[in-house]
Every structure is written in structure tokens, then in C-alpha cells.
T-cell receptor
């Protein structure tokens, strides 16, 4: 699975969009980009995933660059409940997900 | 409620003891994954089972073992416990053998070894 690089922490004002970047320059053609989040000491929660097209669901949007070497998770209107560690994972859908250190997003009033 | 049930939620035990953590996957899911999360290690993959068979092994110690039963629930056995085994243990399940359709995680078991 390709390695990912995320900033260790980010802050966002409540009600504003939170844009979380992820670099995955070694991604290969059959690998997907997955985003999970973990609210303090809870089990990680699936957010969204994509291959090369932008994706949107009720939680977030995923923007993948044309060369697929980076992506951005967008929470359109962040709330205090979105404070969590966000993990970007690249995998070919093999047997396991490997979690890195993620980005600690802090949403503030 | 994610649909993945882990019991117990909390467990306190002494060094040298043995414990069993239990996980019931979401209905219809065939794969079960175990992860360990300690303060200084992040989420570490331990082991995966698919329909009763071991499919992948990660950084699982020899003192730890797991199995998946015919009803698809899984148990993680931890023996000769050490202080460093204190951690959150998460179970996740998925419908397929791989990660493609995403994992659903349980709320975890917090193990404290004293």
C-alpha cells in the first residue's frame, strides 16, 4: 500500500469548511484513497473513499487531483462534533487497512 | 450503534493473567479484524479472519491468539499479560475479505493491566 503524508494538526472555525490534505505520491493505479476518522477513544468511523473521481456523501467530499498524487477531504460546515483524528489511507483493497498518525482536527467556536 | 459489538467495554487485570475479548461482527459481515491502540503506538493491526479462517497477520505477539467461530463471532485471547499490553482493543468487520467496502469498527475494549 502506498505511503501517505498528512499534517499532524489543523484548526477550523465552527461553521466553516475544513479542508484536510493528504499526499500519496506513490499511489498506484489500482489503489483507492480512504478516509476514516476517530473521535476521542471511539472506534474509527468510515467517511468516504474514491479512486480518481471526486466523491461526495452526506458526511464529506473527497477531491482527488488528476495525477492522483494528493487528495483533500472537505467537511463543508464543520461542527464541534467533527473534532477528531482524520486518517487518510491508500490501499488496493487488500486484506487490511494500515492507519498512520493522521491529522488531529480541532473545531473551535 | 455501529452493529459491531465488543465485550467487555472495560477490563482490569493483573500482570501474568489471561483475558478473552469478544467481538460480534455486523450482520452479514464475514471478515473480522483486530487492532490494538496504545498511547504511543497508534492503531496497530493484529490479525484478520474471514469466514473462520485466518487471512492476515500483523504485529501480533505470540502471547496473543485469536479465532473466529462458525457463528462468525471472534475472540482475542491475551495471555501472560504485561503492563505494556494496556491499550484499547478494537474489532472491525467487513462484508468482504478485503478493505474495499470499508470497515465498521466496534467501540472497543479498554484493557488495563496493573
Amino acid at each position: 500500500d502506498a505511503k501517505t503524508t498528512q499534517p499532524p494538526s489543523m484548526d477550523c472555525a465552527e461553521g466553516r469548511a475544513a479542508n484536510l490534505p493528504c499526499n500519496h505520491s506513490t499511489i498506484s493505479g489500482n489503489e483507492y484513497v480512504y478516509w476514516y476518522r476517530q473521535i476521542h477513544s471511539q472506534g474509527p468511523q468510515y467517511i468516504i473513499h474514491g479512486l480518481k473521481n471526486n466523491e461526495t456523501n452526506e458526511m464529506a467530499s473527497l477531491i482527488i487531483t488528476e495525477d492522483r498524487k494528493s487528495s483533500t477531504l472537505i467537511l463543508p460546515h464543520a461542527t464541534l462534533r467533527d473534532t477528531a483524528v482524520y486518517y487518510c489511507i491508500v490501499t488496493g483493497g487488500g486484506n487490511k487497512l494500515t492507519f498512520g498518525t493522521g491529522t488531529q482536527l480541532k473545531v473551535e467556536l | 450503534d455501529s452493529g459491531v459489538t465488543q465485550t467487555p467495554k472495560h477490563l482490569i487485570t493483573a500482570t501474568g493473567q489471561r483475558v478473552t475479548l469478544r467481538c460480534s461482527p455486523r450482520s452479514g459481515d464475514l471478515s473480522v479484524y483486530w487492532y490494538q491502540q496504545s498511547l504511543d503506538q497508534g492503531l496497530q493491526f493484529l490479525i484478520q479472519y474471514y469466514n473462520g479462517e485466518e487471512r492476515a497477520k500483523g504485529n501480533i505477539l505470540e502471547r496473543f491468539s485469536a479465532q473466529q467461530f462458525p457463528d462468525l463471532h471472534s475472540e482475542l485471547n491475551l495471555s501472560s499479560l504485561e503492563l505494556g499490553d494496556s491499550a484499547l482493543y478494537f474489532c472491525a468487520s467487513s462484508v468482504s475479505e478485503g478493505a474495499f467496502y470499508g470497515y465498521t469498527f466496534g467501540s472497543g475494549t479498554r484493557l488495563t493491566v496493573v
